[in-house]
T-cell receptor
Framework: DVKVTQSSRYLVKRTGEKVFLECVQDMDHENMFWYRQDPGLGLRLIYFSYDVKMKEKGDIPEGYSVSREKKERFSLILESASTNQTSMYLC??????????FGPGTRLTVL | QKEVEQNSGPLSVPEGAIASLNCTYSDRGSQSFFWYRQYSGKSPELIMSIYSNGDKEDGRFTAQLNKASQYVSLLIRDSQPSDSATYLCAVPQTGANNLFFGTGTRLTVIP
């Protein structure tokens, strides 16, 4: 079974803090994705990566950056957290052109 | 027009009834289609994929695809309270590895 893990299930941070969310997959998938999910807005793509050290902006990249130094690990960075970044963050991975497998999610609260 | 549209619901059905969830998509070139189930506070999990016109059955679940009309549906027979969740339709972006997700339909099965 594909396993995608995320570093934290719940996280509380203060405005202005730098926040790191980590995602690890164990199936050697090339593609990894970061989404946020908010009530009524569905899943919104923040960034994705199709190879090590490669990254592409999604629909809402502002305020975020990513890092992919190893194939299995994809990190999402909030450079200076703000209250409007309070959300559920979901990581997913996929081999080429196939369904995505999601991690358990991180519920981030920014105070 | 959004790439993927779902009837937003909410949808309520009595236990034992058939629940019908619908999704339309805009890209005629789409070749694969996915249904995800998401319980409250959890991440999406893949429950069905369909690639060819017609029906695909898996236990109580049936996915139906009509490429000419650009819609895909999910039928849940003998609905159970444990089926209460939000169901997301997803379609790959042509030529890319991203998925377009619908905003989801919330289903409640009433005992």
């Amino acid at each position: 079974d594909v396993k995608v893990t995320q570093s934290s299930r719940y996280l509380v941070k203060r405005t202005g803090e730098k926040v790191f969310l980590e995602c690890v997959q164990d199936m050697d998938h090339e593609n990894m994705f970061w989404y946020r999910q908010d009530p009524g807005l569905g899943l919104r793509l923040i960034y994705f990566s199709y190879d090590v050290k490669m990254k592409e902006k999604g629909d809402i990249p502002e305020g975020y950056s990513v890092s992919r130094e190893k194939k299995e690990r994809f990190s999402l960075i909030l450079e200076s957290a703000s209250t409007n970044q309070t959300s559920m963050y979901l990581c997913a991975s996929t081999p080429w052109g196939s369904e995505q497998f999601f991690g358990p999610g991180t519920r981030l609260t920014v105070l | 027009q959004k790439e993927v549209e779902q009837n937003s619901g909410p949808l309520s059905v009595p236990e034992g009834a058939i629940a019908s969830l619908n999704c339309t998509y805009s890209d005629r070139g789409s070749q694969s289609f996915f249904w995800y189930r998401q319980y409250s506070g959890k991440s999406p999990e893949l429950i069905m994929s369909i690639y060819s016109n017609g029906d695909k059955e898996d236990g109580r679940f049936t996915a139906q695809l009509n490429k000419a009309s650009q819609y895909v549906s999910l039928l849940i027979r003998d609905s159970q309270p444990s089926d209460s969740a939000t169901y997301l339709c997803a379609v790959p972006q042509t030529g890319a590895n991203n998925l377009f997700f619908g905003t989801g339909t919330r289903l409640t099965v009433i005992p």
